[in-house]
């Protein structure tokens, strides 16, 4: 999704807006811009690409001028082009504007000021907003109620930053995009999200849905419903090394590896008050997308086999269309980046018919942290790659204590750190059969109970980072359809722990191989291991825990397929970190 960056102090703002926007570079983005302002000119350079062609191209960081903003456009309305890159700009030629979301309601406010004598120059919905500003500084408002008024008309959502010439100040606007504000010393910040600011400050403050905010050297005012109001101050204790790569060829395996350090944190995170809340309610749904519903099935299936309560998981942005929600109903809202719009939307729906929400994010002082009754952090530390690794774990580790707290239960960790170390260690091993598969373009993951979530989140890693066809069923099902797409060479990735599901998993092994399919089998039992073209042998660990060492291997192949396909997983093509449009 598009990311903005907002500068005023006394350092140059272009290459301290170039320095953000790097760090926001793993939100995805197809064109890149900043504009300045000094000697009575605004300074815009902008075109298609990532951010080291543009640079290259027009040098960003040649921008003169203390105050500035910039932007990575992940395009929606209108091509990626440099007609179309942000930051736009009004007919004055004097006012710039980034954006984040989608203004539902532009063609007819286009039109509109279309009949007045603006001229547009590119095909965004993000131009009407640089128009219609300038067109209520001509009624007399100043910068940040000419911002207001011009909000205040627009449907869809937003998160805005807005640079005039001459003004000594930025005029931010946030509903539904996430937007924060830094605060440093004789300077101050905006960007989408923490990480793009952690080189600078780790004192921010969360825009709320609704609200205009003016920032200037000196500080930040608020402003809601056209009254000033306070924003709480938090600070962050990520740091900006955690952000970097570290040596690692990639964002992707070295979160992959921190996984070591980030399940065992999160296996220690509090969840005390949020089983009180599991145990108070009368229904519980729990809810998320992508990735975090993949960690919100694992927790239905261990509420109801140690707890005995029934939960109902639903994605995010299908939880209008059929969920029950009566008074009473707690909706337990996973999304690690808490700015997912399909979840957000889904908790608004949610609370409208007066439901409590417990938040499960990596991301304190997110809008879903900030709207729910309760919060548990993950505690997984800042992640980059688009795609989620570590904050997955991360999900699970909290909601598997959650689940089994419920029950008055803590999970059997023994020495699990160590056992996610020799897990990590099979990467070498994963690496040569990705080399094996490299020109296959269809997977099938199987695995049963709580293997199941995890067969879908790693067919999904597998499509997003290596661009490959790959298919998650719950194995039991292959016979009732998808089994005869099964022929020769076919990769079946199969997840078969020891336990009372691997007689039934061995049945499926030999079935898949019968009809010609390869097997990379993952699993502790020597049985299962026999019958694979290619083992993955795991490390024993209690039922509960199993999924935290089993996605291990299938994060690893992911990884692997997508550099034998030259790929970058850290920025996969048509993807975005935090989705904030629905
Ligand atoms: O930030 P969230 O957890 O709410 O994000 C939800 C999904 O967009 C996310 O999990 C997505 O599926 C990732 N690309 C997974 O790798």
Not at 96 to 112: F, L, P, Q, R, T
Not at 306 to 330: F, N, Q, R
Request: glycine fraction near 8%; include cysteine.
């Amino acid at each position: 999704m598009c990311g903005i960056v907002g500068y005023i102090g006394y350092r140059k703002a272009a290459p301290t807006i170039l320095n953000c926007l790097k760090a926001l570079e793993y939100r995805g983005y197809d064109s890149a811009g900043i504009a300045t302002a000094s000697n009575g000119s605004l300074h815009v350079k902008r075109d298609v690409g990532k951010i080291a062609e543009v640079h290259e191209k027009h040098n960003l960081r040649d921008l003169g001028g203390s105050i500035g903003i910039g932007h990575t456009r992940w395009a929606t309305h209108g091509v990626p082009s440099m007609a179309n890159a942000h930051p736009l700009v009004d007919c004055t030629g004097k006012l710039a504007i980034v954006h984040n979301g989608v203004i539902e309601n532009y063609s007819e406010i286009k039109e509109w000021l279309s009949k007045k004598g603006h001229k547009f120059k590119s095909d965004t919905d993000t131009e009407v907003a640089a128009h219609l500003i300038e067109e209520n500084l001509k009624r007399g408002l100043n910068l940040e109620k000419a911002v207001g008024s011009a909000v205040a008309r627009f449907k869809g959502n937003y998160a805005f930053a807005v640079l005039r010439l001459g003004e000594k100040k930025l005029v931010l606007a946030r509903d539904g995009s996430p937007l924060v504000v830094g605060f440093g010393k004789n300077e101050m910040f905006a960007a989408s999200d923490v990480p793009a600011l952690l080189k600078y400050t780790r004192q921010f403050a969360f825009m709320e849905d609704g609200d205009v905010a003016v920032i200037t050297r000196k500080g930040a005012q608020f402003i809601h419903k056209g009254r000033r109001v306070k924003r709480r101050k938090t600070n962050v204790n990520w740091s900006a090394d955690m952000a970097q790569k570290e040596g690692w060829p990639h964002f992707t395996i070295k979160e992959i590896n921190e996984q070591v350090v980030s399940i065992p944190a999160a296996l220690r995170v509090g969840v005390k008050r949020g089983a009180e809340l599991v145990r108070k309610a009368k229904r519980i749904h729990i809810i998320g997308c992508g990735t975090s519903y993949h960690a919100s099935l694992i927790f239905k299936q261990l509420l109801a086999n140690h707890a005995g309560l029934e939960c109902d998981a639903w994605v995010a942005s299908e939880y209008k269309e059929g969920a029950v929600i009566k008074p009473g109903t707690l909706v337990i809202a996973v999304s690690q980046s808490g700015e997912t719009l399909d979840t957000a939307l889904a908790v608004k729906h949610a609370k409208a018919k007066r439901a409590k929400v417990l938040a499960i994010t990596n991301v304190v002082g997110s809008s879903l942290a900030r709207g729910a009754n309760a919060n548990i952090y993950i505690n997984a530390g800042p992640e980059v790659s688009v795609v989620a690794t570590k904050t997955f774990t991360a999900q699970v580790a909290v909601l598997t204590s959650l689940a089994l707290a419920v029950a008055g239960k803590k999970p059997k960790k023994g020495r699990f750190a160590k056992k996610i170390k020799q897990v990590l260690k099979l990467g070498r091993q994963i690496k040569k059969i990705a080399k094996k598969l490299r020109t296959t373009n269809d997977y099938f993951f199987i695995g049963r109970g709580l293997m199941a979530p995890v067969s879908m989140e790693g067919a999904l890693k597998l499509k997003e980072i290596a661009y490959v066809h790959a298919e998650a069923y719950p194995a039991g099902e292959l016979k009732h359809g998808p089994l005869s797409l099964i022929a020769d060479g076919i990769p079946i990735i199969a997840l078969a722990p020891t336990g009372a599901n691997e007689p039934k998993m061995l049945g499926n092994i030999k079935e898949c191989k019968a009809r010609g399919g390869r097997i990379m089998a993952v699993s502790n039992s020597l049985r299962i291991i026999r019958e694979a073209d290619w083992g993955v042998n795991m490390p024993k660990a209690c039922d509960e825990l199993t999924p935290l060492l089993y996605i291990i291997p299938l994060q690893l192949l992911a990884y692997y397929a997508c550099l034998e396909r030259k790929l970058d997983p850290d920025k996969p093509r048509n993807l975005a970190k935090s989705v904030t449009v629905e």
